[in-house]
């Protein structure tokens, strides 16, 4: 079956570490996004990417870093510069951006700092 | 930037009742959606509605983009309905979703 899959479900990092979450789709699509959800604030766009080898800053990028070297991977790496990661991240694709429908969602990652 | 805003931000029901929910968005708008998170977190679209009115089961939308809003309309109300419902629009740049802060839904038996 085709579908995105995010790993790590659940991901417990020391402050001062840098960590990665992977988001891997064989859906063949060539847009591929990341957001964090925070209670009560809703999916803010961190990153997304358009094509291979592209990836452009979202409204809240700063602290967050991506690349996409391969057209089914979209790895988020949260760096030490983060000031609060404590949050749930997920991963969307779509056939291309723009179109505004035919989004699908990976299951998350729920990241918190200790 | 478009902004999109949902009411009311918690709503609670018995199982059976019906209900409404809200999107305002600001700026012109062609492709609008709604979602459902379920409380695992897993995310749903529900319905793409830039215009007019779907029906999906017990669920339908209607969106007036005249007038830059939308409802989501839910039937006769189950346990599994509750979760958080979004309505997302394209960004002005048309390359991703913009999203509400969601609508939390809770319906007891």
């Known amino acids: 079956d085709g579908g995105i899959t995010q790993s790590p479900k659940y991901l417990f990092r020391k402050e001062g570490q840098n960590v990665t979450l992977s988001c891997e789709q064989n859906?063949?699509?060539?847009?591929m996004y990341w957001y964090r959800q925070d209670p009560g604030q809703g999916l803010r766009l961190i990153y997304y990417s358009q094509i291979v080898n592209d990836f452009q800053k979202g409204d809240i990028a700063e602290g967050y870093s991506v690349s996409r070297e391969k057209k089914e991977s979209f790895p988020l790496t949260v760096t030490s510069a983060q000031k609060n990661p404590t949050a749930f991240y997920l991963c969307?694709?779509?056939?291309?951006?723009?179109?505004?429908?035919?989004?699908?969602f990976g299951s998350g990652t729920r990241l918190t700092v200790v | 930037g478009i902004q999109v805003e949902q009411s009311p931000p918690d709503l609670i029901l018995q199982e059976g009742a019906n209900s409404t929910l809200r999107c305002n968005f600001s700026d012109s708008v062609n492709n609008l959606q709604w979602f459902h998170q379920n409380p695992w977190g897993q995310l749903i679209n529900l319905f793409y509605?830039?215009?007019g009115t779907k029906q999906n089961g017990r669920l339908s939308a209607t969106t007036v983009a005249t007038e830059r809003y939308s409802l989501l309309y839910i039937s006769s109300s189950q346990t599994t309905d509750s979760g958080v419902y979004f309505c997302?629009?394209?960004?002005?740049?048309?390359?991703?979703?913009?999203f509400g802060k969601g609508t939390t839904l809770s319906v007891s038996s």
């Open positions: 509605i830039p215009s």
């Open positions: 859906l063949n699509h060539d847009a």
């Open positions: 969307a694709s779509s056939i291309r951006s723009g179109l505004g429908y035919g989004y699908t």
């Open positions: 997302a629009a394209i960004n002005q740049a048309g390359t991703a979703l913009i």
